[in-house]
C-alpha cells in the first residue's frame, strides 16, 4: 500500500474506530449487567429530548452568518435538500413493495437516507482539507439535519401503525426535540443572537455527552441474535447506504459541476453510516428499534472500509 493510501486508510479508521471501540464498552457493560434495559430507556429518552437537540442546535448555530452565502453556496444546499429526496424516493420505491411490517419499512428507508452527517462529515472534511476550509460542509448542516429530521418524524409516524392525521403528524413534526433545536438554530442565525459565553461554554460541553452516550447505549442494546434474523435487510441498507447514497449524490453533483470542497460535502454527507439518533428516534416512535440498532451499528463498523475506498477513487479520479 501507497502512504497516500495508508494515510486515507488510517483517515477513515481514525474516525470510525473509535465509534466501534465505545459501541463495545457498551456491550461488555450490558453483559457484565451493569446497565439493565430499564436504565437504558432512561438514557435513551435522554438523549433524544435533551443531549441530541443540544448537539444540533450547537452545530447549527456555529455555522456562522447565513447573509455571507453565495450563489455557488445555495446551489449546493438546493442540490444537497434534492439529492436527499432522490435517495429517500429510491429507498421507498426499492421497500415499499417488498417489505410488509411498516415498523421495519420505516426504519430502512430512514437507514438509507439518513447519515451520521454531524458526527462524521465534519470529521472526514477536516482530515482531507483542514479546519480552515469546513465553511462549506458546515453550512450544509443547516439544510441537511432539519431535512433528515423532518422526514424521519413523518416516517416514522406515518408508518408506525396509528391511524394518520395530518393535524396530528404536523404536531409531531413541531414537537420533536430535533426539529425544535434545529429551527431555535436557525432563528439565533437569522437574527444574529449572540449567546453569552458562559452560557455558550455550558451548550458545547452538554453537546459534547450526545455522540458518545448514544453509541455507548447503543452497543449495550444490541441483540447480536437478531441480526442473522434481520440479515437480508441489514445487507441492503449497508449496500444501499454505503455504496448507492454516495455513488448517487457525488455521482449526481460531479455532472452538475461541483468539485473539490463541494463534492467531499456531498460525500461527507452521503457516505457517513447511519445516524445514530436514527435509533433513538426508532425507540421513542413505537418503530422497530432493535433492527435500527443494527442498521447504526453495523453501517458504522463497515463504513471504515466504505469511506476508505470513496476517498482513494475520488481521489485517483482528482475529483477531491
Do not use: H
Not at 2 to 19: R, T, W
Request: with cysteine; glycine share 6%.
Amino acid at each position: 500500500m501507497e502512504m497516500g493510501d495508508m494515510e486515507n486508510f488510517l483517515l477513515a479508521f481514525n474516525v470510525v474506530f473509535p465509534i466501534f471501540l465505545i459501541m463495545m464498552l457498551g456491550v461488555i457493560l450490558k453483559r457484565k449487567n451493569m446497565v439493565d434495559d430499564k436504565s437504558l430507556n432512561v438514557m435513551n429518552s435522554l438523549i433524544f429530548r435533551l443531549f441530541m437537540p443540544t448537539l444540533l442546535f450547537f452545530n447549527i448555530y456555529n455555522t456562522g452568518d447565513l447573509s455571507t452565502l453565495s450563489f455557488d453556496n445555495l446551489k449546493l444546499l438546493a442540490y444537497a435538500f434534492i439529492s436527499i429526496l432522490i435517495v429517500l424516493f429510491l429507498a421507498w420505491l426499492i421497500y415499499m413493495p417488498n417489505v410488509k411490517d411498516k415498523k421495519k419499512l420505516s426504519v430502512l428507508i430512514q437507514g438509507v437516507y439518513r447519515g451520521n452527517f454531524v458526527l462524521f462529515g465534519l470529521a472526514i472534511a477536516d482530515s482531507l482539507y483542514g479546519k480552515e476550509n469546513l465553511g462549506t460542509v458546515s453550512l450544509l448542516t443547516a439544510i441537511v439535519i432539519p431535512t433528515f429530521n423532518v422526514i424521519a418524524v413523518i416516517l416514522l409516524e406515518y408508518y408506525s401503525g396509528n391511524e394518520v392525521n395530518k393535524i396530528k403528524l404536523i404536531k409531531q413534526v413541531f414537537k420533536n426535540p430535533l426539529i425544535i433545536a434545529t429551527l431555535t438554530a436557525i432563528v439565533f442565525l437569522v437574527l444574529k443572537i449572540n449567546i453569552p459565553k458562559p452560557v455558550y461554554k455550558a451548550v458545547g460541553d452538554i453537546s459534547k455527552i450526545a455522540t458518545p452516550l448514544a453509541f455507548l447505549v447503543l452497543g449495550a442494546g444490541l441483540k447480536f441474535g437478531n441480526i442473522l434474523k434481520n440479515l437480508k435487510y441489514l445487507i441492503s441498507v449497508n449496500i444501499l447506504r454505503l455504496i448507492g447514497n454516495p455513488l448517487i449524490t457525488v455521482g449526481l453533483g460531479k455532472l452538475l459541476g461541483f468539485q473539490g470542497i463541494e463534492l467531499v460535502a456531498l460525500l461527507s454527507m452521503s457516505a457517513c453510516p447511519t445516524a445514530v439518533v436514527s435509533y433513538t428516534m426508532a425507540k421513542e416512535m413505537n418503530a422497530d428499534g432493535d433492527l435500527a440498532g443494527e442498521i447504526v451499528a453495523t453501517t458504522s463498523m463497515l463504513s471504515i472500509f466504505t469511506i476508505f475506498c470513496w476517498v482513494l477513487v475520488l481521489k485517483n479520479l482528482s475529483w477531491i
